[in-house]
């Protein structure tokens, strides 16, 4: 079977759109946790935006979509990488970590609550989207660790990160031409898919009308316009 047959162009395709998803969901939940000084670099050299960029184009997403021109304001400062880092940290406390009044949440259940009004707000471990988010990472072989101070299993970033994970496996199943390890990931991920269909797209547009300094109102903009193309082909 030559190269260049349908079959081969197929799996070409599909693995650069696995492997592209892995990258995005990656990335974004690096900004869902406490920026680091290396995030920080990746804004300030324009390596996050040229992954961004690449990865659209990858998935087949118009690479103007990703808005990277929003980030001009923090290329045309004089930031060093603790500068940025600090700025950085303060708009992600004003967002979500404020111990009084957070402009959003992480937590997929309580960011739920919040937004759909419910008069009985969900504990932050033992809720639904939690405990099935757990479930999800028992069946893929993973578990949450314990050496560190834990996070609930809905919080933004642990979801993004499984997401990349099971979008990892998948591109080595395909690689492999593994059939049966194909389906196992494809059922991983659509059994998971309900929790960021619920409020991915609502987290990330929170983001980017929260006017809460340069970086995270693009990352609100480009998560979005990624998810949405996203759960849409996932939908098809």
């Known amino acids: 079977m030559s190269n260049d047959s349908p079959i081969s ?3 070409s395709a599909e693995l650069a759109y696995a492997l592209g998803c892995a990258d995005f969901f990656q990335l974004m939940s690096m900004f869902c946790f406490n920026p680091t000084t290396e995030l920080a670099q990746g804004v300030l050299d324009g390596s996050v935006t040229e992954d961004v960029r690449a990865i659209f184009a990858d998935v087949g997403i118009d690479p103007h979509k990703a808005a990277t021109e929003r980030l001009d304001g923090v290329y045309n400062e004089n930031y060093t990488d603790e500068n940025l880092r600090s700025m950085l940290r303060q708009d992600y406390t004003a967002l979500f970590t404020h ?4 402009l959003s949440s992480l937590y997929e259940m309580q960011f739920r609550d919040l937004r759909d009004h419910r008069e009985a707000p ?8 939690a405990l099935h988010a757990e479930q999800c990472f028992r069946a ?3 578990a949450l660790s314990d050496a560190k101070s834990r996070e609930p299993g809905d919080h933004m970033g642990i979801e993004l990160e499984f997401m990349a994970y099971l979008h990892t496996q998948l591109a080595a199943a395909l690689s492999e031409g593994d059939a049966a ?3 196992r990931w494809e059922k991983a991920i659509s059994d998971f898919l309900p929790h960021l269909e619920s409020w991915g797209c609502d987290f990330f547009a929170g983001c980017e009308n929260s006017k809460q300094g340069v970086v995270y109102p693009w990352l609100g903009t480009a998560g979005r316009a ?3 193309e996203y ?5 098809s």
């Open 140 to 142: 893929a072989g993973l």
């Open 226 to 228: 990624f998810l949405e």
């Open 122 to 129: 969900s504990t932050l471990f033992l809720n639904e989207a």
């Open 9 to 11: 162009q197929t799996t």
């Open 181 to 183: 390890a194909q389906e």
């Open 99 to 102: 111990p009084k009044e957070p």
């Open 231 to 235: 759960l849409a082909n996932s939908a």
